[in-house]
């Protein structure tokens, strides 16, 4: 399996434009994880999908955000308007089960520079 | 509010000694934990994990212990490889959740 696919890898965009980040999850994993890392705040977690659902996005920063999972195999985060404060790096995660311990696979993330 | 903490951004180590990690937690309902590796430009990626009945669990160099009375955890790394150079992340969750819930990792130097 090619792992966690997240495309793209950069993206660099001015302030107030709209910033769509894609994801791929790993072929039958049924958890899908959208994080932000940030120097100041560590691994974010922004919003968990249980089998496409979204279960909680009590972690999404602000209206500005919207994550959704079309299907079992792709799922995007955007960004509208996008601030130079969203510059981070976000993951998206996958993994095989619901609940307590279950190993998470990472994409490679995708580095946002909002300018 | 922090609920997984790790207080040292940066640990400097020489080949082939020990290296300590260490992580805080205040949830007393975290009954899993796992560490993660990440390397510059890639995800993190899985390492080691425990649960909450162990207070020890040992793969190869890598061996994490649990203190659950002092609510804090630590991975030991002997010995230490410049490979292992990365940030490590701990990694808390409990039963019947779904969030892993990150501390904001600790970047390992090892010297050759």
């Known amino acids: 399996d090619a792992g966690v696919i997240q495309s793209p890898r950069h993206e660099v965009t001015e302030m107030g434009q709209e910033v769509t980040l894609r994801c791929k999850p790993i072929?039958?994993?049924?958890?899908l994880f959208w994080y932000r890392q940030t120097m100041m705040r560590g691994l974010e977690l922004l919003i968990y999908?249980?089998?496409?659902?979204?279960?909680?996005d009590s972690g999404m920063p602000e209206d500005r955000f919207s994550a959704k999972m079309p299907n079992a195999s792709f799922s995007t985060l955007k960004i509208q308007p996008s601030e130079p404060r969203d510059s981070a790096v976000y993951f998206c995660a996958s993994s095989l089960a619901q609940g307590t311990g279950a190993e998470q696979y990472f994409g490679p993330g995708t580095r946002l520079t909002v300018t | 509010d922090q609920q997984v903490k790790q207080n040292s951004p940066s640990l400097s180590v020489q080949e082939g000694r020990i290296s300590i990690l260490n992580c805080d937690y205040t949830?007393?309902?975290?009954?899993?934990f796992l560490w993660y590796k990440k390397y510059p430009a890639e995800g993190p990626t899985f390492l080691i994990s425990i649960s909450s009945i162990k207070d020890k669990n040992e793969d190869g160099r890598f061996t994490v212990f649990l203190n659950k009375s002092a609510k804090h955890l630590s991975l030991h790394i002997v010995p230490s490889q410049p490979g292992d150079s990365a940030v490590y992340f701990c990694a808390a969750s409990e039963t019947g959740g779904f969030k892993t819930i990150f501390g904001a990792g600790t970047r390992l130097f090892v010297k050759a």
């Open positions: 072929s039958g994993h049924n958890s």
């Open positions: 999908f249980n089998n496409n659902v979204p279960i909680d």
């Open positions: 949830n007393s309902m975290f009954d899993y």
